[in-house]
């Protein structure tokens, strides 16, 4: 049973304009996202985060929104880069959890020059 | 620099055989993981330590095997049992301060049954 997901396996984007990274989870006892971003043969590298008790984050060309009431969160990315093709994992943590983060299965972004 | 190293980066197992893959952190993280990724299923847990000398198992346990003698280190064994081992592991660790910074991830070993 997948707790966090990611339903769209592939996303193509022309440089310059938005990028949009969608996430749903099913676990209420989520409280915390997060957003990595993962090139080919390496190791993912943490991009931005939120809490549950905020609904908007913002760090440069990265924001996350939260919807709590309907269990979706999503990364945008304006404007997108070329460099910003990579796979994008959203990850969830629960509350009181050691930081066992959960992942969704996630999207590969192509950013077309 | 601190950071997660990962050896090696390329693995070939034949069938039968144990193969252990190594994870060593210079942060001085508490707490260790290893995670596997199969093509379009994301990362999975396979076992995660929160102290030394203690582990527990992720999802995906069987087949697997770890240790945590030292803070940090926190090597993996394939063993036999795994019956379908191919695929790309990765390490990672946290700290016990906060949430925002989540894991800091190694680079990965590809693992190949040959």
Same mark, same amino acid.
């Given at each position: 049973?997948?707790q966090?997901k990611?339903?769209?396996? #592939?996303l193509?984007?022309?440089e &310059?304009?938005? #990028?949009?990274?969608n996430c749903d989870?099913t676990n209420?006892?989520f409280?915390?996202?997060?957003?990595y971003?993962?090139?080919?043969a390496e190791?993912?590298?943490f991009l931005?985060? @939120? *809490? *549950? @008790?905020k609904d908007?984050n913002e760090?440069g060309?990265f924001?996350?929104?939260?919807?709590k #009431?309907?269990?979706?969160?999503?990364?945008?990315?304006v404007p #997108?880069?070329? &460099?910003d093709?990579a796979?994008?994992?959203?990850?969830?943590?629960r509350?009181? *959890?050691?930081?066992?983060?959960?992942?969704?299965?996630g999207?590969?972004?192509?950013?077309?020059? | 620099d601190?950071?997660i190293?990962?050896?090696p980066?390329y !693995?070939?197992?034949?069938e039968?055989q144990n193969v252990? !893959?190594?994870?060593e952190q210079n +942060?001085?993280?508490?707490a260790?993981y290893w995670?596997?990724q199969?093509?379009?299923? %994301?990362?999975?847990?396979?076992?995660? =330590?929160?102290?030394?000398n203690?582990f527990q198992?992720?999802?995906? $346990?069987?087949?697997?095997?770890?240790?945590?003698e030292?803070?940090? =280190?926190f090597p +993996?064994?394939?063993t036999? $049992?795994q019956?379908?081992p191919?695929a790309?592991? !990765?390490? $990672?660790?946290?700290?016990?301060?906060?949430?925002?910074? %989540?894991?800091?991830? %190694?680079s990965?070993t590809? +693992?190949?049954v040959?």
């Open positions: 049973d997948q966090v990611q339903n769209s396996p #592939s193509s984007v022309q &310059g304009r938005i #990028s949009i990274l989870y209420s006892m409280d915390y996202f997060l957003w971003k993962k090139y080919p190791g993912p590298t931005i985060s @939120i *809490s *549950s @008790i908007k760090d060309r924001t996350v929104f939260l919807n #009431s309907a269990k979706h969160l999503s990364l945008h990315i #997108s880069q070329p &460099g093709s796979v994008y994992f959203c990850a969830a943590l509350s009181g *959890s050691a930081r066992q983060l959960t992942f969704g299965s999207t590969q972004l192509t950013v077309l020059p | 601190g950071g190293t990962q050896s980066k !693995l070939f197992r034949k039968g252990t !893959l190594s994870c +942060l001085n993280h508490d260790m995670y596997r199969d093509p379009g299923q %994301g990362l999975r847990l396979i076992y995660y =330590s929160q102290i030394v203690d198992k992720g999802d995906i $346990a069987e087949g697997y095997s770890v240790s945590r030292k803070k940090e =280190s +993996l064994t394939v036999s $049992a019956k379908n191919t790309f592991y !990765l390490c $990672a660790s946290s700290s016990g301060q906060g949430r925002s910074q %989540g894991y800091t991830f %190694g990965g590809r +693992l190949t040959v």
